[in-house]
Nanobody, 121 residues
Framework: VHLVESGVQAGGSLRLSCAAS????????MAWYRQAPGKQRELVAE???????????TYADFVKGRFWLFRREVANTVDLTMHSLSPEDTAMYLC???????????????WGQGTQVTVQV
């Protein structure tokens, strides 16, 4: 699985997109994480259940009501739309995909190249 990230800014909002390509059969989840300098990587938002059509989206408490994650199934893409950004949201944002190669084995993790988001006052 190959993940390609891109971003579009519109006014004070930002949309990050992550497109999965390659052998995408067996994808079970796609997500966005972030990592700020000196801090641990943390989950921002995730869509799970892709193997059954995808259905559950979860958000970190610090983005609830501000960030929204949507999946474009045909394009194997997830879009993270970010509103009400603050300097605390400054971080490297990384796309993640989980894929089960064989039933009974833990999923493989794949990562995008990372997209730097810098929010200034």
């Amino acid at each position: 699985v190959h993940l390609v990230e891109s971003g579009v800014q519109a006014g004070g909002s930002l949309r990050l997109s992550c497109a999965a390509s390659g052998t995408t059969d067996g994808l079970t989840a796609m997500a966005w994480y972030r990592q700020a300098p000196g801090k641990q990587r943390e989950l921002v938002a995730e869509i799970t259940g892709l193997e059954i059509g995808g259905g559950r989206t979860t958000y970190a408490d610090f983005v609830k009501g501000r960030f929204w994650l949507f999946r474009r199934e045909v394009a194997n893409t997830v879009d993270l739309t970010m509103h009400s950004l603050s300097p605390e949201d400054t971080a490297m944002y990384l796309c993640n995909a989980k894929q089960v190669d064989e039933v009974g084995l833990p999923p493989q993790n794949y990562w995008g190249q990372g997209t730097q988001v810098t929010v200034q006052v």
